[in-house]
């Protein structure tokens, strides 16, 4: 694959979507060398109702952030895909040009176990999975759909949150079911592959050594699940047969006794007690006030204070838990959103784990950056970055090297923007 597409000196790029309910995440990556560099990333907000734009460089810099309502009667997921292209064009001044589009989809089944070039084949059989990811998978594929329908000439990979945690030990995948369910796809898959697999991948740079031992990654956001790993390898996760298992999340409830949603199921309809799981639980059900654990942290309700508390005391128990599978730990990381940007939450997680010999540097704690337990301590502790997006564009150029004919790429780049 050319690096700048010859002597029409347009480069070749890959973006990455993201697709929510009401979002379009994107990143753009230029393809130097046969590498991938960060060339804008940002999301377009409020789909189907005031729709805004936004885009910033790899250092940050705002690039847009502008009301695009006027460019269409409705601005859903295919308009704002076409947005962004029409925007790439502009702003690189047609020298960069989309020749692949690469997708975050949550559920792969046990069809599909790593970056998959897409069809209408293929997004059939993914749509199949729409239950076990509901509030996900939906959105995930409709963007495609979107894509293939606005630019069919464009090959489209999608990248599973699935794929991670494949190859895992038979025990760790099972419920107390029959076999006939377990073949069915009633089994712990595990979710948030792609945030694990970009969180590995950085620790192998930075202590190979320390990446190749027993490590605990704890994916703390809206959506939140811990990992256990050995060998840089998924071994056990809390998340299950969908998103709603494991720890409690924003709106989603965590570890949940299969009694209460029968028990649900007595005076509610089907729908109404997924929306309760969904979106009236977790963080925003316990507090009464808000998904945001950052709203909590500063409210002095009672309620915000015991869902803080709640969510602490799951996060150590799962991390726990995970430490006895992978039999030991030697390092605990935290990412995503809260594992990021809270270092009160990092600091409470970790005192509850001193048995474990799990200690902070108070001044690291607070920069959050790399390791931020004292020097020379074991287990390490240490925040990293998720970067999904990274992960997906990888294993779409990977895929493209590897899938999309030479000539067919040729054509797409001479095509330029549109």
């Known amino acids: ?32 060398d046969e590498e991938l560099v960060l060339v804008a990333r940002g999301r377009v907000e409020g789909l189907g109702a005031t729709p805004r734009f936004k885009a910033r460089d790899k250092r940050g810099s705002v690039l847009a952030d502008v009301d695009i309502s006027g460019t269409a ?11 962004l292209v029409h925007w790439v064009g502009e702003q690189f001044n047609g020298a960069l040009s989309p020749v692949a589009v690469g997708h975050r989809v949550v559920h792969g089944g046990c069809e599909f176990a790593g970056p998959t ?18 509030p996900h998978q939906a959105h995930n594929l409709d963007t495609a759909k979107a894509v293939l329908n606005l630019r069919p000439d464009l090959p489209q990979v999608a990248c599973f949150d699935t794929s991670f945690h494949r190859g895992r030990l038979p025990v760790t995948e099972r419920f107390g079911l029959s076999k006939e369910l377990y073949d069915a796809g009633v089994r712990r898959w595990g979710f948030h592959g792609l945030s694990y697999e970009s969180v590995i991948e950085q620790f192998r740079e930075i202590v190979p050594e320390v990446a190749e031992g027993r490590v605990v990654v704890a994916h703390l956001g809206s959506g939140a699940s811990a990992c256990g790993m050995r060998d ?49 639980s977790g963080l925003l059900g316990l507090s009464g006030i808000s998904s945001d654990l950052r709203t909590l942290l500063e409210s002095d309700s009672p309620r915000a204070a015991e869902a803080v508390d709640f969510f602490v005391y799951r996060t150590v128990l799962e991390i726990g838990a995970l430490t006895t599978a992978i039999k030991g730990l030697d390092a605990l990381i935290f990412t995503a959103a809260i594992g990021e940007n809270s270092p009160a939450i990092r600091q409470r997680i970790c005192r509850e784990l001193d ?39 990888a294993g779409t150029l990977a895929t493209l090297r590897s899938a999309v004919p030479d000539a067919h790429r040729t054509s797409t780049l001479a095509g330029g923007v549109r």
């Not at 070039?117 to 509901?134: F, Q, S, T």
């Not at 200690?359 to 970055?385: D, F, M, Q």
């Open 1 to 32: 694959m050319a690096s700048t597409g010859g002597a029409s000196g347009i480069s070749e790029a890959i973006v990455v979507l993201n697709a929510g309910s009401s979002s379009l995440k994107f990143s753009v990556y230029r393809i130097r």
């Open 73 to 83: 009667a409705c601005v859903g997921h295919s308009e704002a895909f076409a947005y």
């Open 117 to 134: 070039l897409l069809n209408e084949e293929v997004i059939e059989k993914l749509e199949r999975l729409i239950p076990l990811a509901p």
């Open 232 to 280: 840089g390898q998924s071994f056990d996760t809390t998340m299950s047969f969908s998103t709603l298992d494991g720890l409690p999340m924003g709106t989603r409830c965590g570890n949940l006794d299969a009694g209460v949603v029968l028990f649900l199921m007595k005076s509610r309809t089907c729908e109404e007690v997924e929306k309760t799981l969904y979106e009236e």
């Open 355 to 393: 048995w474990l010999g799990v200690a902070l540097e108070s001044s690291a704690n607070e920069i959050g950056r790399g390791c931020i337990s004292p020097a020379g301590r074991s287990p390490s502790v240490w925040v990293i970055p998720t970067d999904e997006e990274r992960v997906i564009a």
